[in-house]
Structures are given as C-alpha cells and as structure tokens.
C-alpha cells in the first residue's frame, strides 16, 4: 500500500564554482547540516556552507586523478580521507592545514573506489575497494604520517569485485559483485551471502542503517533494465528486497533519516535520463530470499607507505541557490522525487531530515526538504524467528514527520497460516516532532507453516496510509533450520544437519542453482520431495542398520553434485547457462547411476527398444530446453517450472537407457564369448581356446 496523498517537497539547488567538475562522494561535516564532496573531473576537494551559501574548493596536488570515494574521521582533528581513481592513490587532507598527505599504491589501475572509516578504537584505519583488481585495502595511519597498507582478494563467491564498503569497529561490509560480503576482525574471514541473481545486475552499494542492518543496492547500467533493487539482509540468512519502479533506475548510494529509520536511494539513471531520490515509504511485500551464507580465510602481507606531502591553497565562492517546487510521485512501495537528466550520483540526510544530492551532470549539489506532514513506522525489533508453539511482543513504532501529529490505528493484514496477534492498545498517539509505540503479540500456532513469511502492520489514519512488513522464521518444533528446507533424508543418514555430506548437497541446491531457472525448479522439486521424506527420515533415524546401507546409496549422488558444483563454479559468470548445465550433468550421472546401472543387470536385452526410448527422451529434452529458453525471455515461472521438469526428467531417462543399453551389450557379449570359447574348449582343448580367445580380442 503506498501514500494516499503526494508528499509535497521543495528542492534547492547550488552551482559548483569549477564548472563542470562533476560533483560527488558527498560526506557530512561536523555540523550536521551539509557537507564536502569530491569534483571528480575538476580534480578538486570541495566544502559546501549552506548557512552562507558559500563554496570553498581546494586542488589536488596530482594532475588527473579523478577522486573518487570520501570519508571523514572526526575523533580529534577532522580530516578528509579519499580516493584517487585515476592515480592509484589514497589521501588524508588536514582542513586545518591545507595539506594533502598522498599515499601511493603498489600497483597501477587498480580501481580504487570508495572508501570508509572505522568510528572507533586506537588507530585511524581506512578502508577501501580496488575494483579492477578484485581486492580490498585497509590503511593504517600512523601519527608520524606513514601508514600500513593490507591489500587481499576477495574469494571466488564475492564475484569478481566488490565496489561499496561500509567499516565498523569490528568488521567492514562490502556490496560484492554478487554477494554481500562481511569482513570480521576476530576471526580473520569472511562471510558472504549470495544475492539474488537479477539478470546481470550487481551488488553496488552498502550501508548498515540505525539498527545494524547491512542494506544494499543492485543494479545495471541499462536504460529499459527493471532488474534494480534495494535489500536488507535480515537475521542471518534472510535476505528482503524491493525491485525500484522506474525503468532503468540504476541505483547507487543508500542514505538513512535518522527520525524516521527510512531508507533514501538515489537513481541514478545514467543511460535512461530520468534519475530520481527515492526513499521506501512503506516497506511491506519486500521479496523475501534465503541466502545461505559461506565463509572463507582471509590474509594480506603488510606494506609500509611513506606519504607524499603538499599544501595546497583554497578558493572561496558565495553562489546564489535556485529553489523549485517539486510533488514525489508514489508508486507501488517507494516515493519519487524526479530531478531529471542530472545523474544524481550520491545521497546523505542530516539531522533534521534533509536530504542532500550531488548532481555531476548539471554540477550542482541539491537538497530536498519541507515535506508534508506524515509519519513513519517501523517495529523493534526489524525481524521475528519463533518455535511452533511460542510467542513474542514487538513494539510497532510511529515518528512524527515535518510536524506530523494524529492517532493512526495499527492492524495486522494477511496473517500467515495459524499466526495470530492480541494488543491490549492499536493506536498510536503521535505528537508533533515526537513518536509513539504499541505493544503487539505474535502467536505461532503449533500447526503454523515452517519456513519464512512475513507479517504486515498498517497504520491508518483515516488520510494517510503506510505499511511495514516485518520477516517471520518459524522453525518446527524439533528445531529444524529456520527458512530454508532441510536435506531431511541426508539429515538422518548421516546424523547431522552440519555433517560434510550434508553441507555439500545443501550447498549444491542453495548456491549452485541460485538462479531464475533454479529456483523455478526447486518449487517443484520441494513439493515433491518433502511430501514423503519427513516419513523416510524418521524410518532411517530409528534402524542404524538402514542408515549404514543409505550412505553408501548416498555417495554416487554426493559425488555426481560434487562434479555439478565444480562445473558451476568455473561458468558462475553467466547463472542460467551455468544451472542448466550442471543440472543437466547431474541428472545425466544420477539416472546412470541409480537408473540404467541396475536396469542393465537386470535386463538381458534392451536394443530393440532403447533407440525408440531414446529418440523420445531426446525431443523431451529439446522442447524442455526449448520451454526454458522462452519462460526466461517472458519471465514466466510457471513455464520455467514445468520446462525445467521435463528437462531434469528426460535427461536422466535418456541417460539411464543409454547406460542400460551399453550394459546390456557388453553383458551379452560377453556370455556369447563365454559359450564360445566353451565350446571350442569341448572341441579342441585349451590351445584352441587361446587361439580363440586372442582372435577375438585383437578384433
């Protein structure tokens, strides 16, 4: 549901002095109300007063090199730390001083982007990405001015890259090309959860918001492309995201009201022309997507970087601004707010609720404020797991919003299966300037549905409208793996949910069949298998005897999706070719295996009806790949469900028949051979037979 009236904003633009330097990388200043940012193309370090109106621009002291990514370490003096693109440099500026320390990195075209602090903890450490050269770099400061650099490669999962970073005192984030990525301080690795595959969008921004969420964003340069999202990661393996409504949106930096918690995205919109500032007005009907996390080592030798120094001298501009009216167009979950052909590049919001913009195709800087009274919700806590059979109290939150005051009434809409809710209080007494909450208790019924869902709070007024949507884990009551299907079978066998065995087909189905294809499969696949393996795994878990002989049933299966994940890693690439070719070399393995081993020992003779079988599976498998190819082209799950079906299907007959059939042939050969070199024995005594025999196997 989305606003019932358009919210009303007023957008106030100023011209950067330098003209066209392609303003950008916008940081807040120690007063909260606006900013330094970065002329990317006027090669200049810039700060901006909006009490006076007044620019204050300093030169970078190498020619060309493109800064590129800002941040600032306010614990004692402040000071600028940045990027240098087009230099392969990092900088540290002393506003104090006037003076650049410039620190040179051991390697040329590394794509150094954007950049960020630590808040705290006894060093200065600066944190940033080397895109081109798929790394990641952390600088030490040392106060006599010489800094420790760490340079390490991302792991394989991360995809490629990786271009936003956002550190804390512990661990560092990153938007990885295909995954969001976490660096932890303590245990020296990272954890990475796969996002989900859109086309050939990719992860590009990342930002944690006031509870510690790591939101992202993902996107693609593509002007008619609607594959834009923004997400949250919930929990530990929950990820919620939103696709942005307008055709190639191309989002980038992400930006939170500290009053109201929502999240501002900037479109950038490059190639399409109409870049936006959306901001998420209510945040239900998110997709939710489990993301399975996986962890790798991390390391890195230190370096010793002495920095170059110079002081520069800076100029001063007072420029009057141009102020516009401007109505945010709501659609479907977001609020729009259209600033055209400008590229918005980068978004941050102060303390009281403005919102800030950088502009590098009309070299500007913009804020939007003065918006209509309204309110915003939200709930603590951001997500809800529970047992079947338990319950918990959630505060939903309302925060007044330029001056907003009312009584909206809180309901729950579209409840999940045996979910309940009691509040002894549903409306919400908002006062000017200040919030309200009340209490809601969540009910998980014994025969609710395992898995993940959500649950929905709106809040109504009688004028306004918003609603927010808060994730649901809801675990069996034998404490089975929240919002993912357990490999049940493979669970009792082995006797661990965390068993190797069990861990590689899980990957197998969560990681390498991560895309539209896949997943499209799965929903079959699930529905099928977990109607009767609940009652298997019970059998296995009480007859050791059956579980010995299913782990040896088990192992070609484990090696053949082994086989199929390595296949998948090296095409990871390009998801859908790769999906359906290691699914296609799984099922070839497993209806070999577990179809045509045992039907050719079975079978005495299959050739007089394997070439009619096989010409039959043959076409199958063509028109289901066929059927894949325009389900993914029209983006029809249904099509892609049932044509990945008859594509699994037809591949493991046909290889089971085949397998059979060669079976079958050479035991036939074989027993002919037999009564053979029999007879000839009878005949003629053993040197015939040799001779016999030799004859035979020289043709």
Known sequence: MVDSVQPHATITEWTVPTASSGPSALTLDQSGSCCW????????????????????EWPLPTASSNPYGLAISTSGTPTLWGTEYGSDRVFAFSPASSTFLEYQLPHSNTGVGYISIEPTGPQVRVWFTETIRNLNGELIYDPTGNATLYEDSFPAAVGGGAYGVYAESSSVWYAGFSALVRWDRASQQYTMWPLPVHGSATGRFVALDPYGQPWYTQGVANGTSNDNYVGVLRGNGILQEWRLPSLGADPRKISF??????????????????????VLSNSTDGGLVTAVPTTAPSGGTPIVIAPTSTAVTSSSHAVVPVVKEVDGLPSKLFTEYSVGPSSPQDVVTDAQGNVWVSEPAVNKIARLSAFNPDFALSTVPQSISLLQGTSITISVVGTSISGYQGTPAISPKGLPHDVTFSAAQTQLSIQRGGNASVQMAINVGPNATAGVSSVTFEGNDGTIAHSISVPLSITNSTGGPVGKPQCLIATATYGSNVSPEVELLRNFRDN?????????????????????????????????????MMKGVLYPLIGSLALSSGLFSILAGYPEPATVLSGLLASCMIGAFYLGLPLGVIKRKLRFTVAMSTRLSAAFLLGGLGGMLVGLSLGTSGLLMIAGSITVLSATCGSALLTADAISRLKFRALKTGRLLHAIHVQNGPQATFRRWLYHAER
């Open 512 to 548: 390498a069949i991560r895309s539209k294809t896949g997943a499209s499969f799965l929903i079959l696949f699930n529905s099928w298998y977990y109607s009767f393996s609940p009652y298997v795994a019970s059998y296995i878990s009480d007859h050791s005897n059956t579980r010995e």
């Open 37 to 56: 940012f970065l002329e990317y193309y006027g090669n200049e370090l810039g700060h901006f007063d909006a009490s006076t109106n007044t620019f204050q």
């Open 257 to 278: 009201n500290s009053v109201t918690q929502q999240p501002w995205i900037v479109e950038r919109s490059l190639t399409a022309g109409n870049g936006a500032i959306a």
